[in-house]
């Protein structure tokens, strides 16, 4: 059986040696192995180190390089999945550790009769001193990610996610590829459908692999918060697709919340609020501690600090941007094919068809609810919300059924959108993060940057900067992407040579509270 695995990747030179050596060491045979390296257009010596492997003397079925200049995981995935040859796909994290019978055990598990498989998914350190072990400590307590049964369990059964899945290829033929607006929960949104359609994940305790603990306090706060705002965005629309689990630290949070507004009915209420979450925390941060085989001098150095970062993941709550409407419900001025969704009239009667790539399409009568929002219930149980955003001045989807909450900014299919440069810009307009891909806009030493927030981080110069927007690249004008703040959708966009908007980003007026 021919395997391909699909390795994404974004800057990581100092791990993709470690993980070239992990696959050299698989036992299941070299010549039935595909290696398919998605680069997310990595700015260090990331292509360089994947060339000289594939030019090697390797003895693999075939090694293939790709790029991913939407940067984005999902989209990277995507790109090889279409390009696997195998009869089933891996993927596997370029941020992980696979043990030498990786892939073998995965392939046992699926020549079973299994369409989908994975492992569990301990965390591991770099090195081994105390303010590595602390943020081991951390990851791995329940505010953290250890609550997470792929990483421990260790019964076979089946279960509703797994971290580095092998799947055969005709699931992805059946459900579609990955959802390319799902940020960075997008192993969640594919398992639900994957599940929705009938398909079962198979665990095993036998298929094991690693995962790096960030190394740094800032990316493991980054990535606590990125985590929390795209299970909030999606759990929306895909309820089904997160356990309660992952909602832990937010109804933590919710309760806190609930204290402080009762404060000024009760005094009672500043101790009881003081008390709970110091004694909450430190109980957690002792048994995280306690747990662990480390000296107590160790642990004691060492507790202020996971309790500190306990409190701080505990304090990481969902958020999600929102939408303005004037009260109308605008068929009229909504009406037409966009990217994922058709809004027409038949028969004097509103109709909505949601397409999910290229793979499935549903159509269902469209329902006018409150404040100018109208709604699809496609097959009575997925229902899909909808209105005219009249800052933006264009169709949006919204979470779910009366809620303000935007989950995607639609622009019509097929007809070119021409960007309305803002002749008057400067920097300072897009300065800081934009929600839609969680990426920010900095200066750093005079010169400004687009930087990103997945795994091992990700930095992309700001080459040119004119009272028109700004671009980043160089070279052939294929690889030059042009920015600008359009004065027509009150947002960040990206357009190409011809003038037509390519990406629109939510504007930063409607980021959750203190994310910019």
Known sequence: MLVSVVVGLLNEEKFLPRLIEDFKNQTYPHNKIELIFIDGMSKDTSWQILEEFKQSKHDFNNVILLKNPKVILSAGMNVGIKAANGECIL??????????????????????????????????????DNFSKMLLLVEENMFGSGIANYRKETSKRYVNSVFQGMYRKEVFEK????????????????????????YKIRYSNNIVSYQYTRPTIKR?????????????????????AFSIFHFVPLVFVLAIIFNLLMIPVTKLFILLLSST???????????????????????????????????????IPAFAVKVTTDGKHNLEKVAGKYENVEIFQKNGKWYATRTFGDYETDTAPILLGKNGKFSADYQNTDKETYAYDTKMKTLVILAKNDTDQILTIQLPEGKKTKVTVDTNFNMNKVKGYWCDQLFEIVQKNGKWYFQGEDDGGWETPITTVTKNGFTTGSGDAEHIRRYTFDTRFQTLVEYDKDGNIVDTFILKDYCPTGYN
């Open 220 to 240: 493991m706060l980054k990535q606590k918060y990125s985590n929390g705002y795209w299970i909030g965005k999606v759990s929306h629309v895909y309820p089904k």
């Open 277 to 315: 979450y110091l004694l909450f925390t430190l109980t957690i941060t002792l048994m995280t501690i306690i747990n662990n085989k480390f000296k107590w001098k160790e642990q004691v150095k060492i507790m202020k600090k996971v309790l500190f970062l306990i409190m701080a993941l505990a304090a």
């Open 91 to 128: 993927k596997v994290d370029c941020h992980s550790h696979i043990t030498d019978n990786f892939i073998e055990n995965n392939v046992k598990i699926i020549e079973e009769g299994e369409y989908v498989c994975g492992g569990p998914r301990p965390n591991i350190i770099e090195n081994e």
């Open 175 to 198: 459900v579609g590829l990955l959802d390319e607006k799902v940020g960075r929960v997008e192993d969640n949104e594919l398992h639900y459908r994957i599940r929705k359609n009938g």
